[in-house]
């Protein structure tokens, strides 16, 4: 199965997954107007494409960083693909014509090698759920007819193929020498220009001046000594190489040893791991001789980067948003796993950034290289975990600001945005729950944008919204006895635990116990000047408070009391 080389894209297909998939289907119909107005030669700052396919600005740096247009033209289309896979349509609800690939290569007469090469060229597939109840990819009859239309010229080529004779092999290798040593053109546009000329495919072209300069050792098309490779050839087997190609076949393509194919392609790699950024909290428990077996060997053994299944569910789950049916299955962590798996986070890319330290760019080591990368493949799997048990927290926090009109869908994907980069730049070794810096952090980014934003609800908005509440209705419903209790339990706390000062911070920001503890009474501000107090002094009370009463009280008191 390919794979999204770029980290920043692959980062965005796993964030939106918890997206609500009203709101999926149109970033995945953004993200087919995106792939179709990419240039191959141009680069383009991720925050470009961030903002083409879900409509927000990130305000992360890794915004300003570029993409070069063909590596988002061979990622856009596996993106497209799995973000249709995780909300896939069967066929016979659909109102429009969708083909398979075999039957579209019947219905054009080309191969389905072909359909893969127009695939790249601007053909969009999607992932659909056919008869049989298996996920595949499929192309829909507007999207052929499009395409074709763009392209008149490539059915009739496809169809004419021809196995090429020797004599017009002959006349591709004497055009090549007259290109080749005209001004000394590098290879690949050589190529580029006979294949256009001769209407074959690069290839084709490619392979057959290969083999001549294999025969004929004494007599090489390009003055350029073999042991050199072109870059545009490198990245080429760099992609081709990760696509999944055989080591063979990109010997015999590129005419190249088995050892020269995988020193390029380690290189490649090698480029690419060393301008990831890696950001982890540090730690001195890092540092000492038994870290690895006291965080990773016990706490976190067995988490390993999970791959994802596709298993056909039934008509009633299918309407059920994905990240609902996560929220309904998903524990809520308690203080000590919490902290294991932050720990633990922290520590796999603090070993990534040691490991990727020893690397030589010039003699790359491949076990070096998959060591790093083993190390944030198990970092991604634990923030995914992280994340999931987090979900519940943005539904809650989401819910508190529809009181202006705000879209439930929207406030909740933005938050499970906000939810990853908290995630990045908790500091778990400061002995807070993350709760807290999480509902701070998503909270204050709902603060910032809702200013900005036009509240527009339509029928099927707002129908889907009374859905949702319901189902949030029917998963948070609390018992009354047990909240009651915890109250009781507070109040105790509250007496016994806090100073004076704290306890009316407490109370005022809280009300009286056996309110609801998210009811405010009084802001910042009032109980400021209550107490003679700036605002941000009482906000620094009111958080040393909430942590001594989250130490104190059990974690499903606490769960009970903040919601």
């Not at 992360?60 to 995780?86: M, N, T």
């Not at 390993?304 to 996560?326: I, M, W």
């Not at 047990?482 to 911070?505: C, K, N, P, W």
Request: glycine share 4%.
């Amino acid at each position: 199965m390919q794979k999204i080389k770029n980290r920043d894209l692959a980062k965005l297909l796993m964030q939106l997954k918890f997206t609500p998939q009203q709101k999926r289907r149109r970033q995945l119909e953004a993200a087919e107007k995106l792939f179709s107005v990419i240039e191959e030669d141009r680069e383009y700052p991720f925050s470009f494409v961030f903002f083409r396919i879900t409509g927000f600005q990130p305000r992360d740096p890794v915004g300003q960083y570029l993409i070069k247009g063909d590596q988002l033209r061979d990622d856009l289309p596996i993106f497209i693909a799995a973000l249709s896979g995780q909300i896939a349509q069967p066929v016979a609800e659909l109102s429009e014509e969708v083909y398979s690939i075999q039957a579209l290569a019947e219905k054009l007469g080309v191969s389905t090698k072909t359909l893969q090469r127009w695939r790249r060229n601007g053909l969009i597939a999607r992932k659909f759920l056919f008869a049989d109840n298996l996920k595949r990819l499929g192309f829909l009859r507007s999207r052929v007819e499009r395409f074709l239309a763009d392209n008149p010229d490539l059915v009739p080529r496809a169809k004419g193929f021809s196995r090429l004779t020797q004599a017009g092999k002959q006349q591709i290798i004497k055009r090549a020498m007259a290109l080749a040593g005209k001004a000394k053109t590098a290879r690949c546009k050589v190529i580029a220009k006979i294949a256009e000329e001769f209407a074959r495919s690069h290839e084709t072209i490619r392979y057959t001046l290969a083999n001549y300069e294999k025969t004929h050792p004494g007599k090489p098309i390009f003055s350029r000594p073999p042991g050199v490779t072109e870059p545009a050839d490198a990245l080429e087997i760099y992609r081709l190489f990760n696509q999944g190609v055989p080591v063979g076949d990109l010997m015999r393509r590129f005419n190249r040893s088995k050892s020269s194919i995988y020193r390029l392609v380690n290189k490649r790699r090698a480029k690419s791991l060393l301008r990831r950024k890696i950001e982890f909290i540090e730690s001195e428990e890092f540092l000492k001789d038994d870290a690895r077996n006291i965080i990773l060997e016990g706490p976190l053994r067995g988490i390993k980067p999970a791959e994802e299944t596709v298993r056909p569910f039934g008509q009633a789950n299918r309407s059920l948003p994905d990240y609902l049916r996560v929220l309904k299955k998903t524990p809520v962590l308690n203080r000590e796993r919490e902290r294991e798996l932050f720990r633990g986070y922290n520590y796999l890319k603090f070993l990534a950034c040691r490991t990727r330290a020893d690397i030589n760019i010039a003699n790359p080591l491949s076990s070096l290289m998959k060591k790093t990368e083993e190390y944030l493949a198990e970092a991604e799997a634990i923030q995914r975990m992280l994340t999931e048990a987090n979900l519940r927290l943005v539904v809650n926090i989401a819910r508190k600001h529809t009181a202006g009109g705000a879209n439930l869908s929207d406030l909740i994907s933005e938050g499970n945005y906000t939810l990853m980069r908290a995630i990045e730049k908790f500091d778990y070794t400061r002995g807070f729950r993350f709760g807290t810096f999480a509902s701070w952090t998503i909270a204050k980014d709902f603060a910032r944008k809702m200013p900005s934003r036009t509240a527009r609800r339509d029928k099927e908005t707002a129908a889907s919204h009374a859905k949702m509440q319901e189902d949030f209705r029917d998963t948070d419903t609390a018992d009354i006895a047990a909240i009651e209790r915890a109250h009781q339990s507070l109040a105790q706390v509250i007496m016994d635990e806090l100073t004076r000062r704290e306890q009316y911070v407490i109370l005022s920001r809280f009300g009286p116990i056996g309110q609801p503890i998210r009811k405010k009474t009084k802001t910042l501000k009032q109980i400021g000047d209550d107490l003679g107090l700036t605002k941000e002094r009482v906000r620094q009370i009111e958080l040393l408070a909430l942590q001594k009463l989250r130490q104190s009280l059990s974690p499903k008191e606490f769960e009970l009391l903040t919601g």
